[in-house]
């Protein structure tokens, strides 16, 4: 089993919609959690951390479930510049000292008009 | 979040050379990171680099074909040594956050071996 699973995509939706990516990780015992989004030819940018109580920002919202071991990213009223890869991140434990990160394959988004 | 800058952005090399790419941070950190991103694929870490010890690399990677220097706190170095094209990725460099565990990227480089 991988270590981070994500929704395969890609998810085609038209602007104006709300969609959902789902994660889920293997280690229970994962400390920290993040969405990243990364632009064709482009470096990952933190799009927002994940907290236990769930968090917004704006249009995102992201929701953890430590007992299912499973995140989640809701877009709302999606733009064209959401267009995107959505990965899924975790800081696993025992990294030995350091913030290792395991990243998921990630989720393809496109909006359309 | 920190300024961070790689060079070169992207080279192409023939098989059997290697190539040394620069991370330059504009603020002094702890910890740099090297990650991969192969074709189509997500990003996997190389190696961590401490500044004045040597770099700590993950399963799969080793120190004779990815050389890693961290002379300071604002720079390191990654080499790929004797490429092949199998070593056609995108190469990441990337520190961690101020004040939690996110990490944050250079603008990478790809490197295309021929």
């Known amino acids: 089993r991988k270590e981070v699973e994500q929704d395969p995509g890609p998810f085609n939706v038209p602007e104006g919609a709300t969609v959902t990516f789902n994660c889920t990780y293997s280690?229970?015992?994962?400390?920290?959690f993040f969405w990243y989004r990364q632009d064709c030819r482009k470096e990952p940018k933190l799009l927002m951390s994940?907290?236990?109580s769930g968090n917004e920002d704006g249009r995102f919202t992201a929701q953890l479930n430590r007992a299912s071991q499973y995140i989640s990213l809701l877009i709302r009223d999606s733009k064209l510049s959401d267009s995107a890869t959505y990965l899924c991140?975790?800081?696993?434990?025992?990294?030995?000292?350091?913030?290792?990160?395991?990243f998921g394959a990630g989720t393809r988004l496109a909006v359309h008009p | 979040s920190a300024v961070i800058s790689q060079k070169p952005s992207r080279d192409i090399c023939q098989r059997g050379t290697s190539l040394t790419i620069q991370c330059q941070v504009d603020?002094?950190?702890?910890?740099m990171f090297w990650y991969r991103q192969q074709p189509g694929q997500s990003l996997t870490l190389i190696a961590t680099?401490?500044?004045?010890?040597?770099?700590?690399?993950e399963s799969g990677f080793v120190i004779d074909k990815f050389p890693i220097s961290r002379p300071n706190l604002t720079f390191s170095t990654l080499t790929v040594s004797n490429m092949s094209p199998e070593d056609s990725s995108i190469y990441l460099c990337?520190?961690?956050?101020?004040?939690?565990?996110?990490?944050?990227f250079g603008p990478g480089t790809r490197l295309t071996v021929l």
């Open positions: 280690n229970s015992a994962s400390q920290s």
């Open positions: 990337s520190v961690e956050g101020f004040t939690s565990n996110e990490q944050f």
């Open positions: 603020s002094q950190v702890t910890m």
């Open positions: 994940v907290y236990s």
């Open positions: 991140v975790v800081n696993p434990p025992g990294s030995g000292g350091y913030n290792k990160l395991i």
């Open positions: 680099a401490n500044q004045g010890s040597e770099a700590t690399y």
